[in-house]
């Protein structure tokens, strides 16, 4: 089975080549779920209903969050949608949930968790406590985890932490896709950032000349999302049926954005 993971979403230029670009994925690689991260699907930051369908509407089937879960109010009125999942790791009784179940159309049942780092980002609960309470209650064989954290070591160590425990790791968050995708000894996949989908003349999805002053003066600014040369950017896990162990791991590059003007 395949696993299509489509990785920070930025915004309506992210969101327009996901319309533009994942229907005729689907019929090239047919996976039988696809995952995105949406923190940043809603004007750059945060998640709203409206949105949320427009994704759901465009072919993904299941959503995660991150450090921005909460950056618009009307995320409350979608929290609670088993297809929305925010990360594991925030105190109890938070709103929503942090792993979301999938039975494909193959009739095979899918997990999906979402946890958030702790180096240099909010501090919340143990990501590796929060994993190691919930994958006992966990009945499905094949578990895949968004890693949403700042830092390369946490989520390398998440994932030697979890190898032959789940099926893949997938790291999110820096908008940066990394050339390290592998299937670790006891059959995980991991990467330690799937990318970005949106805008790739920008700096990190944020018009360059905005950042570049803010680097230049030290003062505030406030942030626009580019529009040129949109990149979707992502991972394809392929997994063995029979052992739910990781075969392949494919990092994914598509959109405009790639071609070189020179």
Request: charged share 25%; hydrophobic share 40%.
């Amino acid at each position: 089975m395949k696993i299509f993971f489509i990785s920070d979403i930025i915004g309506k230029p992210g969101r327009q080549i996901i319309q533009k670009e994942l229907i005729a994925y689907r019929h090239l690689e047919s996976p039988d779920l696809v995952i995105a991260n949406a923190e940043n699907a809603a004007d750059g930051k945060g998640l709203t209903p409206l949105v949320a369908n427009e994704l759901f509407l465009a072919g993904v089937d299941l959503i995660t969050l991150g450090n921005h879960t909460w950056a618009k109010k009307e995320i409350k009125q979608i929290i609670s949608d088993k297809r929305v999942i925010r990360p594991l790791n925030y105190p109890p009784n938070t709103p929503g949930q942090g792993y979301g179940l999938a039975i494909t159309k193959r009739g095979l049942h899918i997990a999906v968790i979402n946890l958030i780092g702790r180096v240099f980002m909010q501090a919340l609960d143990c990501p590796f406590h929060a994993i190691d309470r919930i994958l006992p209650e966990i009945k499905e064989d094949i578990v895949i985890v968004d890693v949403h954290a700042e830092a390369t070591s946490e989520k390398m160590a998440l994932a030697w932490y979890l190898d032959g425990r789940v099926s893949a790791v997938i790291g999110t968050h820096t908008h940066v896709q990394t050339a390290d995708e592998k299937i670790l000894p006891r059959g995980t996949a991991y990467i330690t950032d799937a990318g970005m989908t949106g805008p790739a003349d920008s700096v990190l999805g944020v018009k360059k000349e905005i950042i570049i002053e803010k680097f230049l003066t030290q003062l505030p600014k406030k942030h626009e999302i580019a529009n040129t040369k949109v990149v979707l950017e992502g991972v394809i896990v392929e997994i063995d049926d029979v052992t739910y162990k990781a075969k392949s791991i494919k990092r994914v590059q598509l959109g405009d954005g790639f071609k070189n003007d020179c």
